[in-house]
């Protein structure tokens, strides 16, 4: 099929826009990529149903036609889905039934239905088998979301749904000008442990290289994995690590230039150093069998206090909770400084909105995909998603009030700590090849006895692969 690279609704990678909830500038997405078939552009009729507009249904929902929603069922679970968002939409349009489901594989599940023209109204596209986001959003599958984000809060008096959100949340959603995707799940990313395990230990968080490599030792001595992940589906939580502490190290330049395809962005000097650290973790203190594992087998060995530190987001707290003994105490800390000359500090973060949810363009019921995303951003909503989930959300004082887990107060305390020094990148989102790649690459770097010179080219070559596909 077409890449529609020429057609108005292609995305622009030139189009720079304003992060104002993070450090420095990203890039919108290249146009084309389209390697895989994922339906029709934008000619076909919209038939999708439609209600009056007044004060009490501002998207204009159609009061009695059902509406179909997916949910990945991944570390956040889907009770926040079953236990408040679906009986909340209910409420409110009680002769429009909810259709739910979950999956574990988006793509595997949804991609056939997107290819026919027949998807669900609503998808939570996330996952190590997750869709990609910005094919389908080229190819005219993806609903413009302006009107949810301009209507009035559902329960938050006096405010449109934007003024209730986190700064930087609607641009995190946005190609070519226009917010397709609502990044709801505030993530906080850094280095799990065992609150614990430390006390039990006298060990503290290091803040330094030197005081985190000689943590890592002790650990070792002890008998337990200082440090891994799992190489089968999780390497993207690794390369995460790397590119944090190239930021830390050149700024977060660093990341903005790999969010836009720069040439020699992925072999400047601060990825090399961050690479060559983190390869050296790796083959000092990882442990080469978790490269066939899982994210889950070796969150469990964590939970077994057989690993020291874990890179991940603050969905792990909830994911693992069925297996996490009593008294474990999750606690994150931010990526160790790497050098004494760094940019950012100790304390940075890369801390962003997250997990993508969008509305089906070619669904049955459009507008009662966004209404659902509206009951998702109202107080109660949120609140109701952060008790389940252990988890923020984008909606700002949401968590007000409530008791927090140990994993989610110290993630709150870590996002304190690092001020206006978070940030993001979403090359990752973009690019699905990218990251592919880029998962491949970390693995070989982590578990493989690659270099850090090794790591850097291979990525460029990929980066620079990928601009000259659609470098006019």
Not at 105 to 124: C, G, I
Not at 216 to 242: C, D, H, R
Not at 377 to 401: H, Q
């Amino acid at each position: 099929m077409s890449n529609h690279t020429d057609s108005p609704s292609a995305l622009s990678r030139r189009s720079v826009l304003r992060r104002t909830a993070a450090v420095g500038l990203l890039a919108t997405p290249a146009a084309g990529l389209l390697s895989a078939c994922v339906g029709g552009g934008t000619d076909e009729p919209n038939t999708s149903a439609t209600g009056q507009v007044s004060a009490e249904n501002p998207l204009g929902v159609s009061v009695d036609t059902p509406v179909e929603v997916v949910i990945f069922d991944g570390g956040l679970g889907t009770k926040y889905a079953t236990d408040v968002h679906v009986p909340s939409y209910q409420k409110k349009f009680p002769n429009s039934k909810v259709t739910f489901s979950s999956t574990q594989e988006v793509s595997t599940a949804l991609q056939p239905r997107f290819a026919s023209n027949t998807p669900p109204d609503m998808v939570n596209n996330a996952g190590s088998k997750l869709m990609d986001q910005g094919k389908l959003v080229e190819a005219g599958q993806v609903a413009d979301l302006s009107d949810l984000f301009a209507a009035p809060s559902l329960d938050i008096a006096g405010k449109t749904v934007a003024d209730t959100l986190i700064p930087g949340t609607i641009e995190q959603g946005t190609f070519n000008g226009k917010p397709y995707v609502l990044n709801y799940a505030y993530t906080v990313f850094g280095l799990w442990y065992s609150g614990k395990l430390f006390k039990d230990n006298g060990w503290t968080a290091p803040t330094t290289w030197a005081d985190f490599t000689a943590l890592l030792e002790k650990m070792k001595a002890k008998g337990i994995t200082p440090y891994s992940y799992a190489g089968a589906n999780a390497a993207y939580y690794q390369y995460l690590v790397i590119l944090t502490t190239a930021a830390k190290i050149g700024g977060p330049d660093v990341l903005k230039a790999i969010d836009n395809l720069e040439k020699g962005a992925w072999t400047n000097d601060a990825v090399k150093q961050a690479a060559t650290l983190w390869g050296e973790i790796g083959a000092k203190y990882g442990n080469k069998a978790h490269l066939g594992l899982k994210h889950t087998e070796v969150q469990l060995q964590q939970n077994q206090y057989k690993v020291g530190f874990y890179p991940s987001g603050s969905w792990l707290e909830n994911e693992q909770s069925k297996d996490t003994p009593a008294g474990f105490d999750y606690q994150v800390a931010a990526i160790p400084g790497a050098t004494a000359s760094d940019k950012l500090p100790a304390t940075g973060l890369y801390a962003a909105a997250g997990e993508m949810y969008f509305v089906a363009s070619k669904g049955k019921n459009v507008q009662g995909g966004k209404e659902y995303l509206r009951h998702m951003l109202s107080k109660a909503g949120a609140k109701g998603f952060t008790e389940l989930t252990k988890s923020l959300t984008v909606v700002t004082g949401a968590a007000e009030g409530l008791t927090l887990s140990p994993g989610l107060t110290s993630a709150n305390a870590a996002l304190t700590a690092a001020g206006a020094a978070n940030f993001s990148f979403r090359w990752d989102a973009w690019y699905k090849n990218l990251d592919d790649e880029c998962r491949s690459a970390t693995n070989k770097l982590m578990f493989q006895g690659g270099t850090a010179d090794e790591f850097c080219t291979r990525m460029q070559a990929a980066a620079d692969k990928t601009e000259k596909k659609f470098s006019r």
